[in-house]
């Protein structure tokens, strides 16, 4: 395993991020968090965990700097900035096909809460991502760009988060890719109940490995 810290040039600022690569990596997955988190997301590092042992390179990074999250603590300034989210990301992508370990790999994105609206964003908007896994996402907030994804995307939900539930399965009625929604047995928001998380893992691994790793028609 190497791991690598990175600074991400974007938007005349720089965003740091931990670039964790598996020997043979199979694909690389992106992690896109939510509001108020950060690369150091206990939650995503965790599900990183579980896909470096199923051999994907994962990227987790900073959507926003220091300053920008601090300016964001106060006021949410920036937090629901789909856009500019979005735009960082694209930027974060282009950015990882030029790094000579996994440049040549496929790319898959992890979304979480507003994380996974700029997923979907970024993803309908580059056409380079090869999958899509959301986590307690907020795939309403894509709007627009929701028709125009191709990347097959799964949204893992908890039942229990019954708002959020409403909210995927009105957002996976605009989506017209392979779309799947996987509900996670009593579970709520931050998947924070035994096993809930070991649930998302299992899920992901299995959307990554069906739709990045099969051999190409």
């Known amino acids: 395993m190497q791991t690598l810290q990175v600074e991400i040039p974007v938007d005349y600022v720089k965003l740091d991020g931990i670039l964790e690569i598996p020997d043979r990596a199979?694909?690389?997955?992106?992690?896109?968090?939510?509001?108020?988190?950060?690369?150091?997301?206990?939650r995503n590092r965790q599900v990183a965990a579980g896909l470096?042992?199923?051999?994907?390179?994962?990227l987790l990074f900073d959507l926003l700097t220091l300053d920008e999250q601090r300016h964001d603590d106060i006021d949410a300034t920036y937090r629901f900035n789909i856009a500019l989210l979005a735009r960082?990301?694209?930027?974060?992508?282009?950015?990882?096909?030029?790094?000579?370990?996994?440049g040549?790999?496929?790319?898959?994105?992890?979304g979480a809460s507003t994380g996974a609206a700029a997923a979907l964003v970024a993803a309908a908007e580059t056409g380079t991502v090869g999958a899509i896994v959301s986590r307690g996402g907020r795939p309403d907030l894509a709007r627009t760009s929701l028709t125009s994804v191709r990347a097959p995307t799964l949204l893992i939900v908890g039942e229990l988060d019954t708002e959020v539930i409403r909210l995927n399965r009105k957002a996976a009625g605009q989506l017209t890719c392979d779309h799947r929604t996987a509900i996670v047995s009593g579970a709520t928001h931050l998947f924070e109940e035994p096993g809930a998380l070991d649930e998302v893992t299992r899920l992901a691994v299995g959307w990554f490995a069906r739709w990045l790793?099969?051999?190409s028609s």
């Not at 199979?26 to 206990?42: E, K």
């Not at 470096?52 to 994962?58: D, N, R």
């Open 213 to 215: 790793t099969a051999p």
């Open 104 to 110: 040549s790999l496929r790319v898959g994105l992890f």
């Open 88 to 102: 960082r990301l694209g930027a974060t992508l282009a950015w990882l096909q030029q790094r000579p370990a996994v």
């Open 52 to 58: 470096q042992q199923a051999g994907f390179a994962t």
């Open 26 to 42: 199979r694909a690389v997955v992106v992690f896109v968090h939510g509001s108020g988190s950060s690369r150091f997301s206990p």
